[in-house]
């Protein structure tokens, strides 16, 4: 799978782009704000429907434009296919697949995947479980794009839920001084609280089910990952330290012991270990007002040896770590697919000793398309640099790189 050629009308700092693009080794080098990253931040929107920088659109839209166009011509298994992808800030973005309009966005899923790796991505390791939680389920998405549509329900029910608690609370807490004396027009106290409660075990219901499909997911792709880590984890580090991860799940204890020790449940037993959580946290969840069982409150937790790789791990321990995941999400992928993902570095090689450079230049040498950015060439292995073509990116241009604009006649989706 590669991407054949890039264009872009009004995203981030480009007023229109035509980038023609190649298997094997893509370096782009330009200093800080020139526009590189916004080049693979457009390819990686293609793929996943997001940007790794920012978590809203707005920005992607060029200062004065009112929507953004990204086009891609993919080719995998020797047939090419255009994703269009228009993005229009505050309105639903469109899409075209093979020229022909669809009827939601993320039905373009799949057709490109990519795997992404970026200074941000230290926030793996380091950061709060909400990063590695994402990296999770956007690899779900990407091995089996019909997971989106699981991850969107589940956080529309987790929205409706805590917006019952919340709403609801005065009536659902007992004994409070005042929040419980009815207002002239209410209905008894009693009745009020008794469908307050009706309620919320029918949410309790969505968010097990629901729950329950994207945490059995989760399990097995962390099951699968676990291999790929700890082999991805030993060929860039040359360490013999252990590098693995183990599921942290707000179950109630005995099933989340369960879970952290590696076993996969079927769903069935997933949704009622949730809804037994759920009734354990019932009160706590009316006083607090917010849902405190379900995936949204997992963990991932990464270990070097015997301690955690949070905390304990030093900076380069940290980047290896981060850069097996990545790398390992690589391997699964391909291993899946049959067919090698976009391997994306964005101002990586920077942030690397040399002897960290040289494993990852070996590492991803042989893949089908691997796209580099720099701010300078040396930051790359001159052994990656000379499989491939080198481009220089000034004030969004791109030297040796046709950059003038799209046609004017053309519109995107509305075309």
């Not at 379900?294 to 290896?320: C, F, I, Q």
């Not at 000793?353 to 580099?372: F, N, Y």
């Not at 060439?377 to 990656?384: E, F």
Request: hydrophobic letters at 40%; charged letters at 30%.
């Amino acid at each position: 799978m590669h991407v054949r050629h890039l264009t872009l009308k009004d995203f981030r700092s480009y007023p229109g782009a035509e980038v023609p693009l190649s298997p094997g080794v893509t370096t782009l080098i330009g200093l800080n704000g020139q526009g590189k990253t916004n080049l693979v931040e457009a390819i990686g929107y293609l793929a996943t429907l997001g940007s790794h920088r920012v978590s809203t659109d707005q920005p992607l839209v060029r200062f004065g434009a009112s929507q953004a166009i990204v086009r891609g011509a993919v080719v995998r298994g020797g047939h090419e296919t255009m994703i269009e992808l228009e993005i229009t800030p505050g309105r639903a973005n469109r899409a075209r697949l093979g020229r022909a309009p669809v009827s939601r966005p993320r039905d373009v899923l799949g057709t490109l995947r990519t795997v992404l790796f970026a200074p941000e991505d230290l926030a793996l390791v380091k950061g709060d479980p909400s990063e590695r939680r994402r990296f999770l389920d956007d690899l779900l998405v990407q091995r089996q794009p019909r997971w989106a549509g699981v991850r969107a329900d589940y956080d529309k029910i987790l929205k409706q839920r805590n917006a019952l608690l919340k709403s609801a609370a005065p009536v659902l807490r007992p004994g409070r001084r005042g929040s419980n004396r009815p207002r002239p027009g209410d209905a008894p106290l009693d009745e009020a609280r008794e469908s307050a409660l009706h309620t919320l075990d029918v949410w309790n219901e969505h968010l097990a089910t629901v729950g329950s499909q994207l945490l059995y997911a989760r399990l097995r792709l962390l099951r699968d990952l676990r291999p790929d880590l700890g082999e991805s984890y030993d060929a860039v580090s040359a360490t013999d330290a252990r590098a693995t991860a183990r599921y942290k799940s707000s179950l109630h204890e005995e099933a989340a012991e369960r879970l952290a020790a590696g076993d996969v449940p079927e769903i069935a037993e997933l949704r009622q270990a949730l809804l037994d959580s759920l009734a354990a946290v019932r009160g706590s969840e009316i006083e607090r007002g917010v849902s405190l069982v379900g995936p949204h409150r997992d963990d991932v937790v990464l270990t070097l040896g015997d301690l955690p790789a949070k905390g304990y791990a030093s900076h380069g321990e940290s980047w290896s770590f981060a850069l097996g995941l990545k790398l390992a999400a690589y391997r699964l992928l391909a291993r899946d697919l049959g067919d090698d993902p976009v391997l994306v570095l964005d101002d990586v090689f920077a942030e690397l000793d040399s002897g960290r450079r040289e494993r990852l230049a070996e590492l991803i040498g042989d893949c089908e398309q691997v796209l580099i950015t720099a701010a300078v060439g040396a930051d790359v292995p001159a052994g990656l640099r000379e499989r491939g073509h080198t481009y220089e990116v000034e004030l969004g241009e791109i030297r040796g790189v046709d950059a003038e604009r799209p046609p004017a006649e053309d519109h995107g989706p509305d075309a």
